[in-house]
């Protein structure tokens, strides 16, 4: 049977993956992640977005969640309508100000490198970012992205063609 | 993520190519780092034109090498990545932070008239 990726297809299909918080596996979440999404007719450059924005939610359960050694963290993906969603949760130490952490240049680190834009950029590159959080207990942050050019009236596959298997690279 | 280095004159280009993120930003500022600060070269091209991915982490590595560089009292200018990665250089307004050429030529041809 032919595999269809076209938006509603696949619909129930769910990505459920939990690694250590080691920075190796920010590459393995956001590829999973974009791999997952391009069930969705997304640009190249929105399924590159989707990967800053997954980067930096990992990214911060590597670098902050867990300052006694590598912890567990889950990413979650699942579609809702047109859009994806997915979530990325450690069991962490938390953020006690989740407003001020999501304020741009906010940073805890004593790294001089460390800019602080990981929320920014989740919220650039996302249609909505919630995070939730508890000292002592743990992160949840919710995003998610829908394809700039979804239109209901223009859903793929009414020409015979197939769906592509990855993000439609626009003209 | 690899790096090569090339030496033009006063001039280093660094060649990063690949991957600059929340795994890779140490690497990264380790090897730029020893290949210039620890050098008598008096300006850094930092070619980022085959970047392919960039976070806040590698971001924020770039940016480090930009202030370290001009605390040593030298140059820095940039061939930017294409795509998302220059938008989150352009997001962090990398523009006004440092000059930003097109292209290695361009950058070097520059560099030659600002000393002429």
Redesign the interface.
């Given at each position: 049977m032919a595999e269809r990726h076209a938006p509603g297809a696949g619909a129930e299909n769910r990505l459920v993956l939990e690694v250590p918080s080691l920075?190796?596996n920010?590459?393995l979440c956001r590829v999973a992640a974009a791999i997952f999404a391009a069930a969705l007719p997304f640009t190249?450059?929105e399924i590159?977005?989707l990967?800053?924005a997954v980067?930096?939610a990992?990214?911060n359960c590597?670098?902050h969640a867990y300052p006694g050694g590598p912890g567990r963290v889950a990413l979650r993906a699942w579609f809702e309508g047109s859009a994806v969603q997915i979530e990325v949760e450690d069991w962490g130490r938390g953020i006690a100000d989740v407003a001020a952490a999501r304020q741009p240049a906010f940073t805890t680190s004593t790294?001089?490198?460390?800019?602080?834009?990981?929320f920014?950029?989740m919220e650039?590159?996302t249609e909505a970012l919630e995070v939730v959080s508890t000292p002592g207990r743990g992160t949840l942050v919710r995003m998610r992205k829908r394809p700039e050019q979804a239109r209901p009236s223009t859903a793929a596959g009414t020409d015979g063609e197939a769906a592509p298997t990855g993000p439609r690279r626009q003209p | 993520m690899q790096i090569t280095r090339e030496a033009k004159g006063e001039t280093l280009i660094v060649r990063v190519a690949g991957?600059l993120?929340?795994?890779s930003?140490g690497t990264f500022?380790d090897q730029v780092d020893e290949l210039f600060l620890a050098s008598d070269f008096g300006r850094l091209l930092l070619n980022l034109s085959r970047v392919t991915?960039?976070?806040?982490?590698g971001?924020?590595?770039v940016?480090?090498r930009l202030?370290r560089v001009r605390a040593a009292g030298r140059q820095i200018v940039l061939v930017p990545p294409a795509?998302?990665?220059r938008?989150?250089l352009d997001?962090?307004a990398l523009g006004r932070a440092v000059p930003i050429y097109r292209s290695e030529r361009a950058a070097l041809g520059e560099g030659a008239q600002a000393h002429g």
């Open positions: 920075a190796v920010a590459e190249l450059g590159e977005q990967k800053v980067s930096e990992v990214g590597v670098l790294d001089p490198d460390h800019v602080g834009l990981g920014a950029f650039q590159f | 991957e993120d929340v795994q930003a500022r991915f960039l976070d806040s982490t971001l924020g590595a940016l480090g202030r795509g998302v990665a938008t989150v997001l962090a």
